[in-house]
């Protein structure tokens, strides 16, 4: 996912029209640390989905520096402690804030000089590229997730991420189709790989997206 589409994802985590896969979209930007999202999610600690309260924990103690002790306090055996959390952290998480922890955050600007391609290996979020693979829908290059793989996707939206298949070894092989709606042809095929990130790129080579995007043969 491109820098660019960042502040368009914490839109749609905030958009109720995203409300069934907002804890997906939270998890996504956690993975980018931004800061706008960053303040939301010091308000999100007590939510009632598990998925925003977990996202929100592991980015903020992150960005504390490890100050929340997420990991130590509230996982038992890889299992979260969700109800902990709720009762511990949103109390800490603003003292830690208002006492200038965002003053450790970077601003916008050099939030977006770090993030660019090359000054991290985070690429495609890893969580956005699963979530899509597993519930077979496309996300557009500007976020909006298209549900009916029926439905054209436009052109000229950057990229989307479309589920699909890439022959390998003759055989078709699930993967996340990387679609240019601008220049109108498929870059690359993201397969599931156990090597991290996660993902392994392959050639668009006979690659078949689920859905069809205007313009792109």
């Known amino acids: 996912m491109p820098v660019e589409a960042v502040p368009e994802l914490l839109l749609a985590a905030d958009d109720p029209a995203h409300a069934a896969v907002r804890g997906l979209l939270w998890y996504a930007l956690a993975d980018w640390a931004y800061p706008p999202a960053l303040a939301r999610m010091v308000h999100l600690l007590d939510d009632p989905d598990d998925d925003v309260v977990i996202a929100s924990a592991f980015a903020l103690d992150t960005a504390s520096g490890g100050l929340l002790r997420v990991e130590a306090r509230f996982l038992e055996r890889g299992w979260p402690d969700y109800d902990g959390m709720r009762a511990a952290l949103p109390g800490e998480a603003r003292r830690w804030w208002d006492a200038g922890g965002y003053a450790a955050l970077p601003d916008e600007a050099a939030w977006r000089q770090a993030a660019q391609p090359g000054a991290s290996d985070r690429g495609l979020d890893p969580a956005l590229l699963g ?26 939206h950057g990229t989307h991420l479309v589920p699909g298949t890439v022959p390998v070894d003759g055989k078709p092989v699930k993967g996340v189709v990387l679609v240019d709606s601008d220049a109108g042809r498929i870059v690359a095929v993201l397969v599931p790989s156990p090597e991290p990130p996660g993902w392994h790129a392959l050639p668009p080579d006979g690659a078949v997206p689920a859905a069809r995007t205007a313009g792109v043969p």
């Open 131 to 156: 979530w899509v693979l597993e519930h077979q829908i496309a996300v557009t290059g500007r976020m909006a997730v298209v549900r009916d793989l029926a439905e054209e996707l436009p052109a000229g």
